[in-house]
């Protein structure tokens, strides 16, 4: 399958970085030379120079011959008018990156507002959504759901005080099904067994039937407590997004911006969002607006210096939770191990949106990259061909660093033991690290 990427800045080379690993034959398009000057070094794909909306250089990458072209320069007109150029020459599909909310709205008020783009997406509006996942569940460092959401994964941290701390999976015995798929443990991802032990401070991956959530994290020895009061630093897109929908949501929301323009435009658009003028390094000015009582404090500023200090200065002030937004996915452990709660890539939630709609289909319901792109959790349709169908789960030879999380069987959820049978009709989720990600799906595939 062939992908032609426009756009090599982080979310290009992410997107780029991965459909290689899972061999796709992908070229990349860049019109600046020094983007790319290191590229070559840290992606096998093909490399071209120039304007991604020409024709001459479309059909340089061969686009007659391409399955998929995905604009993502930090061009909304560059990304759209390349879609539609790309759609002229067929069957090609399109995905096109937009950050301006106008265009996003237009697109869904009146459908041909941009003909031959297949896949919208905006990163703002992406960010958004998965950190107010976050906040509703404040305990969890990642939340996924499955199986038309009656299944949830949530990656959560084991407390020194917890129950199932030192002991053996084996020995966890719970009235509600689940399954630990994953434990992150200084840096390193483990495929757990039986005889595995969960040690204080582990970082796990626990599947388990999303109404049947709560009991487990309590049993896992992490209480869920409803976050209440929302503090932003940052007056751009992606915090008029996440204020809109925690607005619909009922929490009780305030916006720091220094710029007082910003304050002006944001105060215009949100209902009953407290737009505060201010300077979130000052202390005495988070004081008096209340910093100590908020329950999660997300700072989305444009600089990762400025989202540091700021979450580090609201996490001494009392603040029960922070999430802040990280410009390198690289840096998320740094921010970890320093004590911000939750840190996010935008720029690898884009990635993981359009690789979803890029494995759509061909028996792939969903794809999601986990533990900083670590570890892919892929959400598959078991059709009647598939060479695992009618067959027990303890009877087949997964690849090792793989295996089956859960079954979704007519509006039942299984969470599978070696007894259990797959069949066709049956979605199931498949846990994998990315290295084996590829052979774990083609050996239910075929």
């Given at each position: 399958?062939?992908?032609?990427?426009?756009?090599?800045?982080?979310?290009?080379?992410?997107?780029?970085?991965?459909?290689?690993?899972?061999?796709?034959?992908?070229?990349?398009?860049?019109?600046?030379?020094?983007?790319?000057?290191?590229?070559?070094?840290?992606?096998?794909?093909?490399?071209?120079?120039?304007?991604?909306?020409?024709?001459?250089?479309?059909?340089?990458?061969?686009?007659?011959?391409?399955?998929?072209?995905?604009?993502?320069?930090?061009?909304?007109?560059?990304?759209?008018?390349?879609?539609?150029?790309?759609?002229?020459?067929?069957?090609?599909?399109?995905?096109?990156?937009?950050?301006?909310?106008?265009?996003?709205?237009?697109?869904?008020?009146?459908?041909?507002?941009?003909?031959?783009?297949?896949?919208?997406?905006?990163?703002?509006?992406?960010?958004?959504?998965?950190?107010?996942?976050?906040?509703?569940?404040p305990e969890a460092l990642d939340v996924v759901y499955y199986a038309e959401g009656k299944i949830q994964l949530l990656e959560l941290?084991?407390?020194?005080?917890?129950?199932?701390?030192?002991?053996?999976?084996?020995?966890?015995?719970?009235?509600?099904?689940?399954?630990?798929?994953?434990?992150?443990?200084?840096?390193?991802?483990?495929?757990?067994?039986?005889?595995?032990?969960?040690?204080?401070?582990?970082?796990?991956?626990?599947?388990?039937?999303?109404?049947?959530?709560?009991?487990?994290?309590?049993?896992?020895?992490?209480?869920?407590?409803?976050?209440?009061?929302?503090?932003?630093?940052?007056?751009?897109?992606?915090?008029?997004?996440?204020?809109?929908?925690?607005?619909?949501?009922?929490?009780?929301?305030?916006?720091?911006?220094?710029?007082?323009?910003?304050?002006?435009?944001?105060?215009?658009?949100?209902?009953?969002?407290?737009?505060?003028?201010?300077?979130?390094?000052?202390?005495?000015?988070?004081?008096?607006?209340?910093?100590?009582?908020?329950?999660?404090?997300?700072?989305?500023?444009?600089?990762?210096?400025?989202?540091?200090?700021?979450?580090?200065?609201?996490?001494?002030?009392?603040?029960?939770?922070?999430?802040?937004?990280?410009?390198?996915?690289?840096?998320?452990?740094?921010?970890?191990?320093?004590?911000?709660?939750?840190?996010i890539s935008p720029r690898t939630l884009t990635a993981n949106k359009i690789l979803r709609f890029i494995h759509k289909g061909h028996?792939?319901i969903s794809v999601a990259l986990l533990s900083n792109e670590n570890a892919e959790m892929t959400e598959l349709l078991i059709s009647?061909?598939?060479?695992?169908?009618?067959?027990?789960?303890?009877?087949?030879?997964?690849?090792?660093?793989?295996?089956?999380?859960?079954?979704?069987?007519?509006?039942?959820?299984?969470?599978?033991?070696?007894?259990?049978?797959?069949?066709?009709?049956?979605?199931?989720?498949?846990?994998?690290?990315?290295?084996?990600?590829?052979?774990?799906?083609?050996?239910?595939?075929?």
């Amino acid at each position: 399958m062939r992908v032609i990427i426009i756009g090599a800045g982080k979310t290009g080379f992410n997107i780029a970085k991965i459909l290689t690993e899972e061999n796709y034959d992908v070229v990349l398009i860049e019109k600046e030379e020094e983007q790319v000057q290191n590229l070559e070094e840290h992606l096998d794909v093909q490399i071209l120079i120039g304007n991604g909306v020409r024709r001459s250089m479309l059909e340089k990458a061969g686009i007659e011959e391409a399955d998929l072209l995905v604009a993502v320069t930090e061009s909304d007109e560059v990304n759209l008018i390349a879609c539609m150029v790309a759609k002229t020459y067929g069957t090609v599909r399109t995905v096109a990156r937009v950050r301006n909310p106008e265009y996003a709205f237009e697109s869904r008020r009146r459908k041909g507002t941009f003909p031959g783009i297949d896949f919208l997406i905006n990163p703002e509006l992406v960010t958004a959504k998965e950190i107010v996942k976050l906040i509703d569940i404040p305990e969890a460092l990642d939340v996924v759901y499955y199986a038309e959401g009656k299944i949830q994964l949530l990656e959560l941290k084991i407390p020194e005080t917890a129950p199932v701390a030192k002991r053996q999976i084996k020995d966890l015995k719970l009235d509600y099904p689940f399954l630990i798929v994953a434990i992150v443990r200084e840096g390193d991802i483990i495929i757990p067994r039986g005889n595995d032990f969960i040690n204080p401070d582990d970082i796990i991956f626990v599947l388990a039937k999303t109404k049947e959530m709560i009991e487990v994290e309590r049993f896992l020895g992490t209480e869920r407590k409803r976050a209440e009061r929302v503090m932003i630093l940052g007056g751009n897109y992606a915090s008029y997004h996440l204020a809109r929908i925690l607005e619909s949501k009922k929490y009780a929301v305030k916006i720091i911006e220094k710029n007082y323009n910003k304050c002006v435009e944001l105060a215009k658009h949100l209902d009953n969002t407290m737009v505060l003028h201010g300077d979130a390094t000052d202390i005495n000015f988070l004081t008096n607006e209340g910093i100590g009582d908020v329950d999660v404090f997300v700072c989305l500023a444009d600089d990762d210096k400025l989202n540091l200090l700021v979450s580090l200065i609201a996490k001494n002030s009392g603040v029960k939770r922070t999430i802040a937004q990280v410009g390198r996915s690289d840096y998320i452990a740094l921010m970890e191990n320093v004590g911000i709660d939750v840190g996010i890539s935008p720029r690898t939630l884009t990635a993981n949106k359009i690789l979803r709609f890029i494995h759509k289909g061909h028996d792939i319901i969903s794809v999601a990259l986990l533990s900083n792109e670590n570890a892919e959790m892929t959400e598959l349709l078991i059709s009647k061909k598939s060479p695992v169908a009618h067959r027990k789960l303890k009877d087949l030879n997964f690849p090792a660093g793989s295996l089956v999380g859960s079954i979704y069987r007519k509006n039942q959820v299984i969470i599978p033991k070696g007894e259990d049978v797959i069949k066709p009709g049956d979605s199931v989720t498949i846990f994998a690290l990315p290295e084996v990600a590829t052979k774990a799906i083609k050996y239910i595939t075929g």
